[in-house]
């Protein structure tokens, strides 16, 4: 969705990236699979791996929701930040304003939402600090870099969670799954016109508006390197279902036979 002119810049970045570079790093340590733990469906991912792993399937999930959008907004994924390690999971650019998304991971959770606190299965986040220092950041990064003000709005993206209830969001952050992702952009009234758009989709495709020492290389192999790693986690998962499965058949088998010889 990104202009064609931003080619080279934090445009081309893929959703996730910087994620799935952790995740790949901490994936490096685990020890190949024998035959056997390969035939029973042993997890392929190293335990430091897991919660990047997790994180950059989310993140990868909102990355092609966003790809649903018109033209008329753009998207800069994994835009690194201030002068560590740090990101933003999805910087979204159109008529209806400036948003910074945070995306989290809680497949099959219940999220609890207030105007105060977040809470997932019963247990605090800070989920909304988080997202709103993000979208602060942000909105002086870039009020910075165009020498006017910026305001950038914070969204905490839920994936995949069972169930969403309580009073709601506070005002300045807005919680929401991710289904709901792209009607929410749909619904936004405009507030800046297609020149301002631009102005500040070039702006925030630079990476030394965010970062002191950031560039746009990419590794082209990362990705591919992470989707062959999904691959075999997912395969994975699955023969251990089919194990789970016929070791459930067989027992029923065993306790239809034993009935059988008692009756």
């Given at each position: 969705m990104a202009?064609?002119?931003l080619?080279?810049t934090?445009a081309d970045r893929p959703?996730a990236?910087?994620?799935i570079?952790?995740c790949l790093?901490?994936?490096?340590?685990a020890?190949?699979?024998?035959t056997l733990?390969?035939?029973?469906?042993?997890?392929p991912?190293?335990p430091a791996?897991?919660?990047?792993?997790?994180?950059a399937?989310g993140e990868?999930?909102?990355?092609?929701?966003?790809?649903?959008?018109g033209p008329e907004?753009s998207?800069?994924?994994?835009?690194?930040?201030?002068?560590?390690?740090?990101?933003?999971?999805h910087?979204?650019?159109?008529p209806g304003?400036v948003?910074?998304?945070?995306?989290k991971?809680?497949n099959?959770?219940?999220?609890?939402?207030?105007p105060k606190l977040?809470?997932v299965n019963?247990q605090r986040e800070d989920h909304?600090?988080?997202s709103?220092y993000?979208?602060r950041r942000?909105?002086?990064?870039?009020s910075?870099?165009l020498?006017?003000?910026?305001?950038?709005?914070?969204l905490?993206?839920l994936v995949?969670p069972?169930?969403?209830?309580g009073?709601?969001s506070p005002?300045?952050?807005?919680?929401?799954?991710?289904r709901?992702?792209?009607?929410?952009?749909?619904r936004?009234?405009p507030v800046?016109?297609?020149?301002d758009?631009?102005?500040?989709l070039?702006?925030?495709a630079n990476p030394?508006?965010?970062h002191?020492?950031?560039?746009a290389?990419?590794?082209?192999?990362?990705?591919?390197r992470?989707e062959?790693?999904?691959?075999?986690?997912?395969?994975?998962?699955r023969l251990?279902?089919?194990?789970?499965l016929?070791?459930?058949l067989?027992?029923a088998a065993?306790?239809?036979?034993?009935?059988?010889?008692?009756g």
């Open positions: 202009d064609s002119i080619s080279g934090l959703a990236y910087g994620v570079q952790e790093t901490q994936q490096s340590a020890p190949p699979r024998g733990a390969r035939i029973v469906g042993s997890n991912l190293h791996a897991v919660s990047w792993y997790q994180g399937t990868r999930l909102v990355g092609r929701l966003l790809a649903g959008l907004w998207v800069l994924h994994s835009v690194p930040v201030g002068s560590g390690m740090s990101d933003i999971g910087v979204v650019i159109g304003g948003f910074t998304l945070n995306t991971h809680h099959g959770a219940k999220v609890w939402v207030s977040l809470m019963g909304l600090g988080h709103r993000e979208s942000a909105s002086a990064l870039l910075a870099a020498g006017r003000k910026i305001e950038a709005r914070g905490v993206v995949e069972m169930s969403v209830g009073p709601g005002d300045d952050v807005t919680v929401l799954c991710d709901d992702l792209v009607s929410y952009f749909n936004r009234v800046i016109d297609d020149f758009r631009r102005e500040i070039s702006a925030a030394r508006t965010w002191t020492t950031a560039d290389v990419v590794d082209p192999d990362a990705v591919a992470f062959a790693l999904r691959g075999s986690v997912l395969s994975a998962a251990r279902s089919l194990g789970s016929g070791f459930a067989g027992l065993v306790v239809l036979a034993v009935l059988t010889q008692l």
